[in-house]
Protein backbone atom coordinates (compact mmCIF):
# COMPACT_ATOMS: atom_id res chain seq x y z
CA UNK A 1 0.00 0.00 0.00
CA UNK A 2 2.73 2.70 0.86
CA UNK A 3 4.91 1.58 -2.12
CA UNK A 4 1.73 2.81 -4.90
CA UNK A 5 1.20 5.77 -2.52
CA UNK A 6 4.60 6.45 -3.11
CA UNK A 7 4.32 5.44 -6.74
CA UNK A 8 0.97 7.96 -6.94
CA UNK A 9 2.42 10.71 -5.29
CA UNK A 10 5.72 10.69 -7.41
CA UNK A 11 3.91 9.89 -11.18
CA UNK A 12 1.21 13.09 -9.48
CA UNK A 13 4.86 15.46 -9.13
CA UNK A 14 5.87 14.64 -12.40
CA UNK A 15 2.92 15.47 -14.07
CA UNK A 16 2.54 18.35 -12.19
CA UNK A 17 6.28 19.81 -12.61
CA UNK A 18 5.90 18.75 -16.65
CA UNK A 19 2.30 20.69 -16.32
CA UNK A 20 4.24 23.68 -14.93
CA UNK A 21 6.79 23.67 -17.55
CA UNK A 22 4.15 23.28 -20.62
CA UNK A 23 2.28 26.66 -19.60
CA UNK A 24 4.93 28.79 -18.29
CA UNK A 25 2.87 31.79 -19.30
CA UNK A 26 0.20 31.05 -16.25
CA UNK A 27 3.16 30.12 -13.52
CA UNK A 28 6.38 31.50 -14.24
CA UNK A 29 6.29 35.09 -15.57
CA UNK A 30 10.49 34.98 -16.08
CA UNK A 31 10.37 32.30 -18.13
CA UNK A 32 7.39 34.05 -19.94
CA UNK A 33 9.60 37.38 -21.03
CA UNK A 34 12.23 35.35 -22.58
CA UNK A 35 13.11 36.03 -26.00
CA UNK A 36 11.66 33.45 -28.07
CA UNK A 37 11.74 31.86 -31.46
CA UNK A 38 7.64 32.05 -33.06
CA UNK A 39 8.81 31.17 -36.55
CA UNK A 40 11.29 30.92 -39.50
CA UNK A 41 10.20 31.32 -43.18
CA UNK A 42 11.46 31.17 -46.34
CA UNK A 43 9.69 31.67 -49.47
CA UNK A 44 11.87 30.70 -52.78
CA UNK A 45 9.93 31.69 -56.59
CA UNK A 46 10.70 30.37 -59.56
CA UNK A 47 9.00 32.75 -62.50
CA UNK A 48 9.17 33.39 -65.85
CA UNK A 49 7.56 35.09 -68.41
CA UNK A 50 6.99 36.14 -72.63
CA UNK A 51 5.13 38.36 -74.56
CA UNK A 52 6.02 41.06 -77.70
CA UNK A 53 5.10 44.36 -76.18
CA UNK A 54 8.13 45.47 -74.17
CA UNK A 55 8.62 49.29 -73.19
CA UNK A 56 12.12 49.64 -73.49
CA UNK A 57 11.81 49.01 -76.90
CA UNK A 58 9.01 51.00 -77.64
CA UNK A 59 5.97 48.89 -76.89
CA UNK A 60 7.37 46.10 -79.30
CA UNK A 61 9.80 43.71 -78.71
CA UNK A 62 10.53 40.98 -76.27
CA UNK A 63 8.79 40.51 -73.08
CA UNK A 64 11.07 37.43 -72.24
CA UNK A 65 12.31 37.34 -68.61
CA UNK A 66 13.28 34.86 -65.82
CA UNK A 67 13.43 35.73 -61.89
CA UNK A 68 14.53 33.57 -59.13
CA UNK A 69 13.31 35.36 -55.66
CA UNK A 70 14.15 33.79 -52.08
CA UNK A 71 13.00 35.63 -48.88
CA UNK A 72 13.79 34.42 -45.75
CA UNK A 73 12.31 35.93 -42.34
CA UNK A 74 12.61 35.04 -38.72
CA UNK A 75 10.01 35.98 -35.93
CA UNK A 76 10.71 36.35 -32.18
CA UNK A 77 8.56 37.34 -29.32
CA UNK A 78 8.94 38.20 -25.93
CA UNK A 79 6.14 39.34 -23.38
CA UNK A 80 7.54 42.50 -20.99
CA UNK A 81 7.02 43.46 -17.51
CA UNK A 82 3.22 44.31 -18.03
CA UNK A 83 2.38 41.44 -19.93
CA UNK A 84 2.66 43.50 -23.36
CA UNK A 85 3.55 41.07 -26.63
CA UNK A 86 6.97 42.81 -28.46
CA UNK A 87 7.64 40.96 -31.92
CA UNK A 88 10.06 41.20 -33.33
CA UNK A 89 10.99 40.69 -37.46
CA UNK A 90 13.50 40.44 -39.76
CA UNK A 91 13.49 39.48 -43.44
CA UNK A 92 15.50 39.28 -46.14
CA UNK A 93 14.72 38.82 -49.57
CA UNK A 94 16.67 38.29 -53.10
CA UNK A 95 15.68 38.28 -56.10
CA UNK A 96 18.11 37.35 -59.52
CA UNK A 97 16.69 38.18 -63.05
CA UNK A 98 17.29 38.02 -66.50
CA UNK A 99 15.56 40.18 -69.14
CA UNK A 100 15.59 40.25 -72.81
CA UNK A 101 14.12 43.40 -73.03
CA UNK A 102 16.55 45.24 -70.03
CA UNK A 103 18.71 44.25 -72.64
CA UNK A 104 17.72 46.16 -75.74
CA UNK A 105 18.78 49.15 -73.51
CA UNK A 106 21.67 48.87 -75.84
CA UNK A 107 20.69 47.94 -78.96
CA UNK A 108 23.57 46.63 -80.30
CA UNK A 109 24.63 44.74 -77.67
CA UNK A 110 24.28 41.13 -77.99
CA UNK A 111 24.17 40.73 -74.32
CA UNK A 112 24.97 43.44 -72.32
CA UNK A 113 25.15 44.68 -68.47
CA UNK A 114 21.37 45.48 -67.90
CA UNK A 115 20.20 41.75 -69.11
CA UNK A 116 20.45 40.13 -65.49
CA UNK A 117 20.28 42.42 -62.24
CA UNK A 118 20.36 41.02 -58.60
CA UNK A 119 18.06 42.99 -56.05
CA UNK A 120 18.35 43.00 -52.55
CA UNK A 121 15.48 43.51 -50.05
CA UNK A 122 15.86 43.48 -46.10
CA UNK A 123 13.49 44.86 -43.55
CA UNK A 124 13.16 45.25 -40.16
CA UNK A 125 9.63 45.14 -38.14
CA UNK A 126 8.99 45.65 -34.49
CA UNK A 127 5.31 45.39 -32.74
CA UNK A 128 3.96 45.56 -29.11
CA UNK A 129 0.18 44.27 -28.32
CA UNK A 130 -1.58 44.89 -25.57
CA UNK A 131 -3.89 41.99 -25.07
CA UNK A 132 -5.26 43.55 -21.88
CA UNK A 133 -6.39 46.30 -24.31
CA UNK A 134 -6.73 44.80 -27.46
CA UNK A 135 -4.14 47.51 -28.96
CA UNK A 136 -1.05 47.06 -30.86
CA UNK A 137 1.56 49.30 -32.00
CA UNK A 138 3.85 48.55 -34.78
CA UNK A 139 6.77 49.94 -36.64
CA UNK A 140 8.90 49.12 -40.07
CA UNK A 141 11.87 49.63 -42.06
CA UNK A 142 12.61 48.18 -45.61
CA UNK A 143 15.29 48.29 -48.12
CA UNK A 144 15.68 47.70 -52.03
CA UNK A 145 18.49 48.05 -53.78
CA UNK A 146 19.32 47.10 -57.37
CA UNK A 147 22.02 48.45 -60.36
CA UNK A 148 19.43 51.36 -60.98
CA UNK A 149 17.20 51.60 -58.40
CA UNK A 150 17.27 52.15 -54.69
CA UNK A 151 14.86 52.16 -52.16
CA UNK A 152 14.02 52.56 -47.97
CA UNK A 153 10.21 52.75 -46.66
CA UNK A 154 9.28 53.41 -43.55
CA UNK A 155 5.76 52.12 -42.01
CA UNK A 156 3.75 53.07 -38.56
CA UNK A 157 0.38 51.65 -37.42
CA UNK A 158 -1.61 51.27 -35.07
CA UNK A 159 -4.74 48.27 -34.30
CA UNK A 160 -7.74 48.48 -31.69
CA UNK A 161 -10.09 45.47 -31.18
CA UNK A 162 -13.74 45.90 -30.88
CA UNK A 163 -14.45 45.43 -26.83
CA UNK A 164 -16.24 41.64 -27.66
CA UNK A 165 -12.81 41.39 -29.80
CA UNK A 166 -15.30 40.41 -32.51
CA UNK A 167 -13.67 43.64 -34.50
CA UNK A 168 -10.32 44.66 -35.70
CA UNK A 169 -9.39 48.77 -36.81
CA UNK A 170 -6.07 49.21 -38.01
CA UNK A 171 -4.97 52.47 -39.49
CA UNK A 172 -0.87 52.56 -40.94
CA UNK A 173 1.19 55.37 -42.77
CA UNK A 174 4.14 54.25 -44.99
CA UNK A 175 6.65 55.59 -46.77
CA UNK A 176 9.33 55.52 -49.54
CA UNK A 177 11.64 57.42 -50.53
CA UNK A 178 13.95 56.42 -53.91
CA UNK A 179 16.37 57.03 -56.37
CA UNK A 180 15.85 56.46 -59.90
CA UNK A 181 19.18 55.51 -62.02
CA UNK A 182 18.95 57.98 -65.02
CA UNK A 183 20.20 54.87 -67.19
CA UNK A 184 18.70 56.48 -70.79
CA UNK A 185 18.37 53.83 -74.09
CA UNK A 186 21.90 54.11 -75.99
CA UNK A 187 21.22 56.45 -78.50
CA UNK A 188 19.85 59.11 -76.71
CA UNK A 189 22.57 59.33 -74.49
CA UNK A 190 24.95 62.55 -74.49
CA UNK A 191 28.74 63.18 -73.20
CA UNK A 192 30.03 59.36 -74.47
CA UNK A 193 27.98 57.32 -71.82
CA UNK A 194 28.26 54.14 -73.11
CA UNK A 195 27.54 50.96 -70.37
CA UNK A 196 27.76 49.97 -67.23
CA UNK A 197 29.82 51.87 -64.40
CA UNK A 198 29.10 55.32 -65.85
CA UNK A 199 28.51 57.86 -63.88
CA UNK A 200 24.38 58.47 -63.94
CA UNK A 201 22.72 61.24 -62.51
CA UNK A 202 19.63 59.97 -60.46
CA UNK A 203 16.01 61.60 -59.58
CA UNK A 204 14.05 60.89 -56.22
CA UNK A 205 10.53 59.69 -56.38
CA UNK A 206 8.56 59.52 -53.26
CA UNK A 207 5.60 57.65 -51.56
CA UNK A 208 3.47 58.39 -49.48
CA UNK A 209 0.29 56.00 -48.31
CA UNK A 210 -2.00 55.87 -45.74
CA UNK A 211 -4.00 52.96 -44.87
CA UNK A 212 -7.36 51.94 -42.96
CA UNK A 213 -8.54 48.39 -42.50
CA UNK A 214 -11.18 47.26 -40.56
CA UNK A 215 -12.12 43.57 -39.98
CA UNK A 216 -15.13 41.94 -38.69
CA UNK A 217 -16.16 38.34 -37.28
CA UNK A 218 -19.54 37.78 -38.42
CA UNK A 219 -20.03 34.13 -36.50
CA UNK A 220 -18.49 31.14 -35.94
CA UNK A 221 -17.88 30.54 -40.16
CA UNK A 222 -17.20 33.99 -41.65
CA UNK A 223 -15.33 36.89 -40.95
CA UNK A 224 -14.82 39.62 -43.26
CA UNK A 225 -12.15 42.83 -43.60
CA UNK A 226 -12.42 46.29 -45.87
CA UNK A 227 -9.47 47.94 -46.94
CA UNK A 228 -8.93 51.30 -48.33
CA UNK A 229 -5.50 52.55 -49.35
CA UNK A 230 -4.81 56.60 -50.58
CA UNK A 231 -1.43 56.95 -52.20
CA UNK A 232 0.58 59.48 -53.32
CA UNK A 233 3.49 59.33 -55.50
CA UNK A 234 5.62 62.71 -56.25
CA UNK A 235 8.83 62.16 -58.19
CA UNK A 236 10.23 61.21 -61.72
CA UNK A 237 7.34 58.73 -62.27
CA UNK A 238 8.88 57.52 -65.42
CA UNK A 239 11.42 54.68 -66.39
CA UNK A 240 14.41 56.67 -68.20
CA UNK A 241 15.08 53.57 -70.04
CA UNK A 242 11.69 53.49 -71.66
CA UNK A 243 11.15 54.43 -75.40
CA UNK A 244 8.81 56.02 -77.26
CA UNK A 245 8.41 55.88 -81.31
CA UNK A 246 6.24 59.41 -82.25
CA UNK A 247 4.32 58.97 -85.50
CA UNK A 248 7.44 60.87 -87.53
CA UNK A 249 9.59 57.54 -86.69
CA UNK A 250 11.95 60.24 -84.03
CA UNK A 251 12.53 58.02 -80.78
CA UNK A 252 12.22 60.02 -77.03
CA UNK A 253 12.69 58.81 -73.42
CA UNK A 254 9.25 57.70 -71.60
CA UNK A 255 7.67 61.07 -70.26
CA UNK A 256 4.69 60.89 -67.33
CA UNK A 257 3.52 63.43 -65.30
CA UNK A 258 5.91 63.59 -61.69
CA UNK A 259 2.36 63.39 -59.56
CA UNK A 260 0.34 60.58 -58.93
CA UNK A 261 -2.68 60.04 -56.92
CA UNK A 262 -4.01 56.27 -56.30
CA UNK A 263 -7.17 54.94 -54.34
CA UNK A 264 -7.36 51.34 -54.06
CA UNK A 265 -10.55 49.88 -51.95
CA UNK A 266 -10.49 46.47 -50.93
CA UNK A 267 -12.48 43.90 -49.35
CA UNK A 268 -12.10 39.93 -48.19
CA UNK A 269 -14.34 37.65 -46.96
CA UNK A 270 -13.72 34.37 -45.97
CA UNK A 271 -16.50 31.40 -44.97
CA UNK A 272 -15.57 28.07 -43.77
CA UNK A 273 -18.31 25.52 -45.46
CA UNK A 274 -19.04 22.12 -43.63
CA UNK A 275 -16.04 20.89 -42.25
CA UNK A 276 -13.50 20.50 -45.36
CA UNK A 277 -14.02 23.71 -47.75
CA UNK A 278 -13.28 27.34 -46.59
CA UNK A 279 -13.84 30.14 -49.53
CA UNK A 280 -11.33 33.14 -50.04
CA UNK A 281 -12.73 35.76 -51.48
CA UNK A 282 -11.31 39.00 -52.40
CA UNK A 283 -12.38 42.07 -54.71
CA UNK A 284 -10.69 45.58 -55.03
CA UNK A 285 -11.78 48.52 -56.96
CA UNK A 286 -8.47 50.88 -57.97
CA UNK A 287 -8.88 54.30 -60.09
CA UNK A 288 -6.38 56.81 -60.06
CA UNK A 289 -5.90 60.39 -61.92
CA UNK A 290 -3.66 58.56 -64.52
CA UNK A 291 -6.87 57.34 -65.95
CA UNK A 292 -6.18 53.84 -64.48
CA UNK A 293 -9.61 52.50 -63.19
CA UNK A 294 -9.36 48.66 -62.45
CA UNK A 295 -11.24 45.67 -61.01
CA UNK A 296 -10.20 42.45 -59.31
CA UNK A 297 -11.79 39.88 -58.45
CA UNK A 298 -10.17 36.33 -56.39
CA UNK A 299 -11.36 33.48 -55.30
CA UNK A 300 -9.40 30.39 -53.63
CA UNK A 301 -11.12 27.62 -52.20
CA UNK A 302 -9.04 25.26 -49.93
CA UNK A 303 -10.24 21.70 -49.42
CA UNK A 304 -8.63 19.95 -46.77
CA UNK A 305 -8.08 16.35 -47.81
CA UNK A 306 -7.31 15.81 -43.83
CA UNK A 307 -6.75 18.51 -40.96
CA UNK A 308 -3.28 18.67 -41.66
CA UNK A 309 -3.12 18.78 -45.61
CA UNK A 310 -5.42 20.50 -48.32
CA UNK A 311 -5.21 21.32 -51.92
CA UNK A 312 -6.00 25.00 -52.72
CA UNK A 313 -7.22 25.94 -56.59
CA UNK A 314 -7.46 29.92 -56.73
CA UNK A 315 -8.82 32.07 -60.39
CA UNK A 316 -8.25 35.68 -60.20
CA UNK A 317 -9.65 37.72 -62.98
CA UNK A 318 -8.32 41.43 -63.41
CA UNK A 319 -9.33 44.38 -65.63
CA UNK A 320 -8.04 47.82 -66.43
CA UNK A 321 -8.34 50.86 -68.50
CA UNK A 322 -5.63 52.34 -70.07
CA UNK A 323 -3.76 55.39 -68.48
CA UNK A 324 -4.41 58.37 -70.69
CA UNK A 325 -0.98 58.67 -71.48
CA UNK A 326 -0.30 55.67 -73.12
CA UNK A 327 -0.29 54.75 -77.14
CA UNK A 328 1.31 52.26 -78.62
CA UNK A 329 4.38 51.92 -81.03
CA UNK A 330 4.64 55.09 -83.31
CA UNK A 331 1.08 56.75 -82.71
CA UNK A 332 2.30 59.60 -80.42
CA UNK A 333 3.01 62.90 -81.81
CA UNK A 334 4.98 65.56 -81.29
CA UNK A 335 2.11 67.64 -79.68
CA UNK A 336 1.56 65.19 -76.91
CA UNK A 337 3.23 66.51 -73.46
CA UNK A 338 3.19 63.06 -71.71
CA UNK A 339 4.07 59.67 -73.36
CA UNK A 340 4.62 56.14 -72.89
CA UNK A 341 4.74 53.23 -74.77
CA UNK A 342 4.42 50.33 -71.53
CA UNK A 343 1.68 47.96 -72.05
CA UNK A 344 1.43 47.34 -68.24
CA UNK A 345 -0.68 51.01 -68.43
CA UNK A 346 -2.79 49.81 -71.68
CA UNK A 347 -5.96 48.57 -71.32
CA UNK A 348 -6.35 44.99 -71.11
CA UNK A 349 -7.76 41.87 -68.91
CA UNK A 350 -6.09 39.17 -67.44
CA UNK A 351 -7.15 35.76 -66.06
CA UNK A 352 -4.25 33.97 -63.26
CA UNK A 353 -5.29 30.11 -62.06
CA UNK A 354 -3.70 27.77 -60.64
CA UNK A 355 -3.41 25.59 -57.31
CA UNK A 356 -2.12 25.01 -54.20
CA UNK A 357 -0.64 21.96 -52.03
CA UNK A 358 -0.18 22.89 -47.88
CA UNK A 359 1.04 20.41 -45.77
CA UNK A 360 0.99 21.47 -41.75
CA UNK A 361 1.62 17.56 -39.90
CA UNK A 362 1.46 17.78 -36.32
CA UNK A 363 4.17 15.46 -36.08
CA UNK A 364 6.14 17.84 -38.47
CA UNK A 365 6.65 17.52 -42.34
CA UNK A 366 8.45 14.53 -43.50
CA UNK A 367 8.39 13.51 -39.49
CA UNK A 368 10.91 16.48 -39.19
CA UNK A 369 9.24 17.94 -35.68
CA UNK A 370 10.03 21.84 -36.55
CA UNK A 371 9.68 21.70 -39.86
CA UNK A 372 5.41 22.35 -39.08
CA UNK A 373 4.74 23.30 -42.57
CA UNK A 374 4.95 23.20 -46.33
CA UNK A 375 2.92 25.01 -49.40
CA UNK A 376 3.50 24.95 -52.95
CA UNK A 377 1.59 26.41 -55.32
CA UNK A 378 1.81 27.14 -59.07
CA UNK A 379 -0.13 29.43 -61.12
CA UNK A 380 -0.56 30.73 -64.84
CA UNK A 381 -0.76 34.47 -65.78
CA UNK A 382 -2.44 35.14 -69.07
CA UNK A 383 -2.97 38.92 -70.71
CA UNK A 384 -5.64 39.34 -73.64
CA UNK A 385 -2.70 41.49 -74.95
CA UNK A 386 -0.35 38.55 -75.90
CA UNK A 387 1.61 38.24 -72.29
CA UNK A 388 1.93 35.00 -70.24
CA UNK A 389 3.78 33.91 -67.38
CA UNK A 390 4.33 31.28 -65.35
CA UNK A 391 5.30 30.80 -61.49
CA UNK A 392 6.01 28.11 -58.75
CA UNK A 393 6.43 29.37 -55.45
CA UNK A 394 7.33 27.57 -51.99
CA UNK A 395 6.93 28.37 -48.74
CA UNK A 396 8.16 26.25 -45.78
CA UNK A 397 7.84 27.04 -42.44
CA UNK A 398 10.18 26.37 -39.08
CA UNK A 399 8.52 26.86 -35.60
CA UNK B 1 -19.83 58.70 -67.78
CA UNK B 2 -19.08 55.02 -67.31
CA UNK B 3 -16.38 55.48 -64.76
CA UNK B 4 -18.82 57.87 -62.74
CA UNK B 5 -21.25 55.14 -63.34
CA UNK B 6 -19.27 52.59 -62.22
CA UNK B 7 -17.98 55.11 -58.95
CA UNK B 8 -21.93 55.54 -58.24
CA UNK B 9 -23.03 52.36 -57.91
CA UNK B 10 -19.93 50.94 -56.19
CA UNK B 11 -19.62 52.69 -52.91
CA UNK B 12 -23.34 52.50 -51.78
CA UNK B 13 -23.70 48.48 -53.42
CA UNK B 14 -19.98 48.72 -50.59
CA UNK B 15 -21.95 50.06 -47.97
CA UNK B 16 -24.95 48.35 -48.14
CA UNK B 17 -22.71 45.18 -48.00
CA UNK B 18 -21.38 46.32 -44.91
CA UNK B 19 -24.09 47.25 -43.14
CA UNK B 20 -25.87 43.84 -43.99
CA UNK B 21 -22.78 41.63 -42.96
CA UNK B 22 -21.94 43.87 -39.81
CA UNK B 23 -25.81 44.27 -38.52
CA UNK B 24 -25.58 40.24 -38.72
CA UNK B 25 -22.82 39.47 -36.47
CA UNK B 26 -23.20 37.32 -33.62
CA UNK B 27 -20.85 36.79 -30.86
CA UNK B 28 -18.60 34.18 -31.05
CA UNK B 29 -16.82 32.56 -27.59
CA UNK B 30 -12.91 32.45 -28.08
CA UNK B 31 -13.75 28.42 -27.72
CA UNK B 32 -15.91 28.96 -30.42
CA UNK B 33 -13.34 29.98 -32.83
CA UNK B 34 -11.52 26.95 -33.84
CA UNK B 35 -12.58 27.49 -37.69
CA UNK B 36 -12.06 31.19 -37.75
CA UNK B 37 -8.18 30.43 -36.29
CA UNK B 38 -7.75 28.01 -38.89
CA UNK B 39 -4.34 29.00 -41.00
CA UNK B 40 -6.06 29.31 -43.94
CA UNK B 41 -9.26 31.43 -42.58
CA UNK B 42 -7.13 34.01 -42.11
CA UNK B 43 -8.23 37.69 -43.52
CA UNK B 44 -4.60 38.05 -45.01
CA UNK B 45 -2.55 37.00 -48.22
CA UNK B 46 -0.12 33.92 -47.93
CA UNK B 47 3.10 34.06 -47.66
CA UNK B 48 3.60 31.97 -50.57
CA UNK B 49 1.42 34.85 -52.55
CA UNK B 50 4.42 36.84 -51.73
CA UNK B 51 5.69 37.19 -55.32
CA UNK B 52 2.83 36.59 -57.20
CA UNK B 53 2.02 40.17 -55.82
CA UNK B 54 5.11 41.62 -56.78
CA UNK B 55 4.49 40.46 -60.29
CA UNK B 56 0.85 41.34 -60.66
CA UNK B 57 2.01 45.02 -59.17
CA UNK B 58 5.12 45.29 -61.86
CA UNK B 59 2.48 43.69 -64.83
CA UNK B 60 -0.61 45.70 -63.95
CA UNK B 61 -1.36 49.66 -63.65
CA UNK B 62 -2.87 49.39 -60.07
CA UNK B 63 -1.74 47.98 -56.55
CA UNK B 64 -2.72 48.11 -53.04
CA UNK B 65 -5.32 47.46 -50.66
CA UNK B 66 -4.17 44.36 -49.86
CA UNK B 67 -1.94 44.92 -47.37
CA UNK B 68 0.54 44.45 -49.64
CA UNK B 69 3.23 47.72 -50.74
CA UNK B 70 1.97 50.52 -52.35
CA UNK B 71 5.24 52.15 -53.73
CA UNK B 72 8.86 51.83 -53.93
CA UNK B 73 10.76 49.37 -56.23
CA UNK B 74 10.53 50.28 -59.78
CA UNK B 75 9.63 46.92 -61.96
CA UNK B 76 11.67 47.62 -64.97
CA UNK B 77 11.12 44.94 -66.76
Known sequence: ?????????????????????????????????????????????????????????????????????????????????KSRKHTFGLEVGIDHYTSASSDMIDLHANSSASHADTRIYPSLSWSMENEKKGTTWALGLSSSSEFDYQSFGGNVSFSAKTKDRSGEFTAKLQTYLDQVKLVQPIELRTGGLTGHGENYGSAARNTFAGSLSYSQIINQNLQIMFLADLVQQNGYLSLPFHRVYFNDGSVHQENLPDSRLKIPLGFRANYFLGDRFIIRTYYRFYTDNWGVNSHTADIEVPIKVTPFFSISPFYRYYTQSAAKYFAPYQVHTAADQYYNSNYDLAKFNSNFYGAGIRFAPPKGVFGLQHLSMLELRYGHYTKNINMNSDIVSLNIKYK | MRRRNIKNGLVPAMIAVAVLLVSSCTTVKEYQKNKLNDAEMALANRKVEKTELSFQGYREGSSGANAGKSGGGCGCN
Open chain 1, 1 to 81: MKKIFLTAAMAFALLHTQAQTATPKENTGFESRKLKLDEINLVSSYYTQNGNNAAVTGGIGSQKLNDIANVFDVKLSKYDS
